[in-house]
């Protein structure tokens, strides 16, 4: 296998993936980045993750089928597979065990964790 | 084009088609167009036809690039750059032209465009900028607009922080009028605080604004009515190296008086910011222990002192609020305290909007050097109209020197180069001195940048080039510029039949000369124009520098009077006259012994004291007067000034009838008029106001005299109607008549008696010639910056005249050979050539001199004194222009008359 590393912003693509199931294309997860993060990103920019995480294996991708909206274009369903699931969990499982371990922190919030 | 089928820009579209790989077409069209239909809806067209572009743009990613971009042919681009690197370095004479004319007017758009940004950029360092409001209050008196200003009653906003529930949160700023003196009792070091430097705030001042503190609890700093905060540069002034935090100050003088302790360092105020000040103190401070003791008298609903900051929610409607607004002035209005037929009304004015778009109020703005939405419109169409001439100027010079590429264009012609072929060649060679000129522009932005913001007094840095929106947009402009300036010469060489131009008849006419002289035309009436102006401006500002003004001000020196007298009674509320009177009877005994100490010294002619001097017009009051028993509606406005005992003497003001002011005269009971007040109250003749009565708010006070018209203010303003009104303890500024002796000894003297009747206090002083002529130098700095882009503009329209004139005498090499082998001599050559750039040039001048008039007379408008137009405006920048367009001319022209015709004719 290739890479199984995340990158912050393909580890927020991913999970927006995730959120988004069933209208998970490009141009949504955009939409969605943004109205998240607040911050903006370009549709070129968020594909070009979409189609590195899909080469890494962990995402996998259909044509839906054409609707009106889009001119009768098909869009582009991305799904999480079972390694790109693995790959989130790990990254996670990381975290919160760093998190545990800083003291400053967990004297204070425990609901910190819950972020 | 409506709204509703509305379809994304087409090249955008044919680009995106271009490049984009076969299998991800249909996916990414449908997104893009869903994405535009979106922004559409939500924003405008215009703007989502921006992102439609900025998306496909930002498509150009490896992953999505396709075959048809793939297989290009790169080693043909190679090719065209290697030629293009090697055509740059072969002409390196013609090159240097190019790339400095095309580079000069990118560098100076830049510049201007910095500046622009500078001054757009004002207040928005604050977080919600958009959502922080400042309350202006207008005033109707019987339904006519009486006056506005930013200044609001101490409850206002309190009140409409309770009460309405679209405002979040209020502060109040009081800027502070009087300076104070300012020790560190440590080391008894004292200074002089200008009166703007000294502020007040409540404590959430600096939760609103982001002003960060180097040291100190933002939350804290001005809880405590003691608590000062101060800047970064006042921290080294007073305390050097030392932590100033905890430290204590004593102010003396000013708005309010006593110890303070910091608690707070600022870092230094970012200079594109209204809110400027040097010391912060919690807005208590004022009213408890200061002078402003009468804000809570009728419960703080009267007294219009305070800038008021509102921030607003999110969602609300800024006109319902300012509707509240009014209700609340309404409903707390004071009956038998405000007058009945003056109806206040409120504005909200956004933050951002008060350094350019704020204008004038009736009442001075504390807001200070605000700038001007006009000039930097002005300005940005400069910076794009030199861009433009760089450009056109570029067009020019490249098309002609490509004259002298035909024989390489026929040869790739006739081996099988296809017009395309060529015109990516043209393009390529203009991509690559567009980017050089480019980045040449950037240092020599940053070169003149620290230059404009000397001449405009203003620090300038270059903050654009970190973003990454300034990048983006200077490659857009780089290439669009390189494609427009490439396209031409491009198609018209690649255009022409191989034959004729591998053949030695080069007589080829390419393009329109018609269109090219219209140009150049244009450039030297621009040219002619500025010139003109630069004069104007230097001939008018020596005009105003030179005038009688009615007053002697050279060998004055005034002396900043004291701020505070040791063990004299104590003001705390600005508005009780009792305790006003006690201090004032005090310092003007003081005052008095003062006079009469510094007097008598040998060197020192006269002295007397004032509320101002000439020059200062901000703190002028305007009061309402007329003459005694006159109707009410009969009031007009004028300027008051307190001026002590001998202050016609001292500045050598012409008596015109009557008396001046004398030692048995009470204070503010006896005034001077100038002519134009005499004017104004109606009076027929100077002797006919002397010993009039005029009422001055309840009672009456006399004229004892009229004295000629004076320039108080610059030669910008025309005479005011003054009031010049007795006052001997006037000591705000005290002005001394130097006599012949040096002034070391005058110095030592007045500042040893200074000293002893007003110890404490800190000794400053000036010379109010060099004060008053201050005033012209923002005049001064608008002349630099006309005369810097004089210089440009000649620069740039003498590229262009030599571009033109290298391209026809390229076109008429053969011409000149045959006339000289018949016998004409250079001289007749040179002048038969420039002949037709004469002519050109006069029509530049016959179109520039109307103009030259019209706008140097509408400028001349702005000032009441002035310089008239003379033939000189006309004659003056029409002869610089010829002499350097004829130099430019000649020195092509002779060269090309005194070439060899054995040359251009030995190929036939």
Same mark, same amino acid.
């Given at each position: 296998m290739k890479d199984t590393r995340l990158g912050e912003f393909e580890e927020i693509i991913l999970l927006l993936v995730g959120i988004l199931e069933e209208r998970a294309y490009a141009f949504q997860i955009a939409e969605e980045f943004e109205s998240q993060t607040g911050k903006s990103v370009s549709i070129g920019a968020t594909h070009s993750t979409l189609d590195r995480l899909c080469k890494k294996g962990f995402l996998t991708s259909k044509l839906g089928k054409p609707t009106a909206v889009r001119g009768g274009r098909r869009k582009r369903i991305y799904t999480i597979s079972a390694s790109g699931e693995r790959a989130l969990i790990a990254s996670r499982d990381l975290r919160t065990s760093l998190w545990n371990q800083f003291p400053a922190f967990s004297k204070f919030s425990p609901n910190l964790y819950a972020l | 084009m409506s709204k509703k089928n509305a379809i994304p820009p087409y090249f955008a579209n044919r680009l995106l088609s271009w490049f984009i790989r076969d299998e991800l077409r249909e996916e990414v069209e449908g997104d893009l167009w869903e994405r535009f239909q979106e922004v559409v809806r939500t924003k405008s067209l215009f703007r989502a036809k921006m992102d439609y572009w900025y998306q496909v743009l930002n498509y150009i990613r490896p992953f999505a690039l396709g075959k048809s971009i793939l297989t290009i042919d790169f080693g043909m681009h190679k090719s065209h750059v290697k030629v293009g690197w090697r055509n740059l370095f072969r002409q390196k004479w013609n090159s240097f032209i190019n790339i400095g004319g095309l580079s000069l007017g990118m560098g100076i758009c830049l510049v201007i465009c910095q500046y622009v940004l500078f001054e757009v950029d004002h207040d928005r360092f604050h977080p919600d900028y958009d959502r922080i409001y400042r309350i202006i209050i207008k005033e109707a008196q019987d339904g006519v607009p009486s006056g506005s200003g930013p200044y609001a009653t101490y409850k206002l906003g309190e009140k409409a922080e309770e009460v309405i529930p679209e405002v979040e949160q209020y502060v109040r700023f009081y800027p502070s009028e009087y300076s104070a003196v300012i020790t560190n009792p440590e080391t008894e070091q004292r200074f002089n605080e200008d009166g703007h430097t000294m502020a007040f705030a409540d404590s959430t001042f600096l939760r609103m604004f982001n002003f960060p503190l180097k040291r100190g609890d933002p939350t804290t700093a001005l809880n405590g009515i003691h608590n000062i905060v101060i800047t970064e540069k006042m921290a080294k002034k007073y305390f050097g190296h030392e932590d100033p935090m905890g430290k204590t100050l004593v102010v003396k003088g000013g708005s309010s008086y006593g110890s303070c302790t910091i608690t707070g360092v600022l870092e230094d105020l970012p200079l594109n910011n209204h809110l400027q000040f040097a010391f912060l103190r919690p807005l208590e401070n004022l009213w408890k222990l200061g002078n402003g003791g009468s804000v809570n008298r009728y419960g703080g609903w009267a007294r219009e002192w305070f800038g008021t900051y509102l921030k607003i929610k999110e969602s609300a409607d800024i006109t319902s609020v300012q509707e509240k607004l009014d209700q609340l002035i309404k409903e707390n209005k004071l009956k038998g305290v405000d007058p009945e037929n003056v109806v206040e009304t409120t504005k909200l004015q956004p933050i951002a909007d008060i350094h350019l778009r704020s204008g004038a109020y009736s $009442?001075? #703005? $504390?807001?200070? #050097?605000k700038g001007n939405l006009s000039d930097i419109q002005i300005f940005v169409i400069i910076a794009f109209f030199i861009l433009f001439i760089g450009w056109v100027n570029y067009i020019n010079l490249s098309t002609a020197q490509s004259m002298g590429r035909a024989k390489e264009v026929g040869i790739r012609k006739s081996i099988g180069a296809l017009k395309r072929q060529l015109v990516v060649q043209f393009i390529t060679e203009s991509v690559l001195v567009n980017l050089i000129s480019g980045l040449l522009a950037i240092g020599i932005a940053l070169v003149l940048l620290p230059v404009l913001g000397h001449s405009i007094g203003k620090e300038l840095y270059f903050t654009v080039l970190g973003t990454t929106a300034f990048w983006y947009w200077f490659f857009v402009f780089i290439l669009g510029g390189a494609l427009l300036s490439g396209l031409y010469p491009a198609f018209v060489l690649s255009s022409y039949r191989p034959i004729s131009m591998l053949g030695s008849t080069k007589m080829v006419r390419a393009g329109s000369m018609q269109l090219r002289k219209g140009l150049i035309v244009f450039q030297f009436l621009i040219s002619i124009a500025l010139v003109s102006g630069t004069y104007l401006v230097y001939k008018q500002i020596t005009y105003m520098k030179a005038r009688e003004l009615g007053m002697d001000i050279e060998k004055m020196l005034v002396v900043i009077g004291p701020k505070f007298l040791l063990n004299g009674p104590k003001v705390t509320d600005g508005t009780d006259m009792v305790q006003i009177r006690a201090a004032n009877a005090y310092s003007r005994a003081r005052f008095l012994a003062f006079q009469e100490e510094v007097a008598n010294h040998h060197s020192i002619g006269t002295v007397t004291g004032s509320r101002l001097v000439p020059g200062q017009v901000q703190d002028i009051s305007n009061v309402y007067l007329k003459i005694w028993g006159a109707p009410e509606g009969e009031a007009q406005q004028f300027w008051l000034i307190n001026t002590g005992m001998h202050f016609i003497k001292t500045y050598g003001l012409k008596l015109l009838a009557g008396n001046t002011f004398n030692s048995d005269m009470s204070d503010d009971n006896f005034v001077l008029l100038n002519e134009e007040a005499v004017k104004t109250f109606g009076f027929d003749s100077p002797q006919d106001a002397v010993q009039q009565k005029i009422t001055f708010g309840e009672k009456p006070i006399t004229v004892v005299g009229v004295v000629k018209n004076f320039n108080w203010e610059s030669l910008k303003s025309p005479f005011m109607p003054m009031v010049l009104r007795f006052d001997g303890g006037a000591n705000n500024y005290i002005s001394f008549r130097l006599g012949v002796a040096d002034l070391e000894e005058s110095l030592d003297h007045i500042k040893s008696v200074y000293r002893t009747i007003y110890p404490e206090n800190a000794f400053d002083y000036f010379f109010l010639d060099t004060n008053f002529n201050r005033q012209y130098l923002a005049d001064v700095q608008f002349g630099t910056l006309f005369l810097a882009f004089s210089i440009l503009a000649i620069f740039l329209a003498c590229i262009g005249l030599f571009a033109l004139v290298s391209y026809s005498a390229v076109l008429r090499t053969k011409e000149i050979g045959i006339r000289k082998v018949h016998g004409a001599s250079t001289t007749k050559i040179t002048v038969l050539l420039s002949k037709e750039y004469l002519y050109l040039l006069l029509m530049a001048i016959t179109v520039a001199i109307p103009l030259i008039g019209y706008w140097g007379n509408l400028w001349l408008e702005n000032f009441a004194f002035r310089t008239s137009l003379g033939i000189d405006h006309f004659l003056i920048p029409v002869l610089v222009i010829l002499i350097i367009a004829l130099f430019t001319v000649g020195h092509k022209t002779l060269r090309s008359a005194q070439s060899n015709p054995v040359d251009s004719l030995k190929t036939d």
């Open positions: - | $009442y001075p #703005d $504390y807001a200070v #050097d």
